[in-house]
């Protein structure tokens, strides 16, 4: 099976832009969590959705969005983008929650000048 | 307060020699605990995971891990460290926050390095 693939793989973006990171999961997998990556925060945890809705959402302000389509791939939206965003976006996708290891995607580099 | 803890920033074996990478946990209920590895700009790969069962938990690469409840403790342990095994290392345990709902909390992750 095909791993979880992320595009673009790298984004250089100006502060007050925004951006859109897709993922697309390991076919059968539905559900899909994001997490934020940086040197000094370590992994954070964004959200996670399956079956299309949210189920589950990190301690981040409302300018981080995402949504899950029908096929289980999932975007993630960053609005008005400030220097702090700076980050690695990592996506990871598993058959469901709980007991379920996920699967990890290489990643979205998202620099912010 | 932090559901999961590393100690360690950093470990450093020589190649041959076990390896043990340091792990403890806070929740309330039955843990569910993993362990994935990360090499230089790449994602996670998923090690092993305990959820419940045997306290002794085989995963992948030779990597194994010791489940001690009355430690709280998750360590990470491989008889025999290669130098391939030089990674970042991260323990995650599912977690539930009224912030956060049920989520995968992870450790500040341990950079290991094995020397030749």
């Known amino acids: 099976k095909a791993g979880v693939t992320q595009t673009p793989r790298y984004l250089i973006k100006t502060r007050g832009q925004q951006v859109t990171l897709s993922c697309s999961p390991i076919s059968g997998h539905r559900s899909v969590s994001w997490y934020q990556q940086t040197p000094g925060q370590g992994l954070q945890f964004l959200f996670e959705?399956?079956?299309?809705?949210?189920?589950n959402k990190g301690n981040f302000p409302g300018r981080f969005s995402g949504r899950q389509f029908s096929n289980s791939r999932s975007e993630m939206n960053v609005s008005t983008l400030e220097l702090g965003d700076s980050a690695l976006y990592l996506c990871?996708?598993?058959?469901?929650?709980?007991?379920?290891?996920?699967?990890f995607g290489p990643g979205t580099r998202l620099t912010v000048t | 307060a932090q559901s999961v803890a590393q100690p360690e920033d950093q470990v450093n074996v020589a190649e041959g020699n076990p390896l043990t990478v340091k792990c403890t946990y806070s929740v309330s209920g039955n843990p569910y605990l993993f362990w994935y590895v990360q090499y230089p700009n790449r994602g996670l790969q998923f090690l092993l995971k305990y959820i419940t069962g045997d306290n002794l938990v085989k995963g992948s690469y030779g990597f194994e891990a010791e489940f001690n409840k009355s430690q709280t403790s998750f360590h990470l342990k491989k008889p025999s460290a290669l130098v391939s095994d030089s990674a970042l290392y991260f323990c995650?345990?599912?977690?539930?926050?009224?912030?956060?709902?049920?989520?995968?909390?992870f450790g500040k992750g341990t950079s290991l390095l094995v020397t030749p």
């Open positions: 995650a345990v599912r977690d539930w926050s009224s912030n956060s709902g049920y989520a995968l909390n």
């Open positions: 990871a996708s598993s058959l469901g929650a709980g007991i379920y290891e996920q699967y």
């Open positions: 959705y399956f079956s299309e809705t949210q189920r």
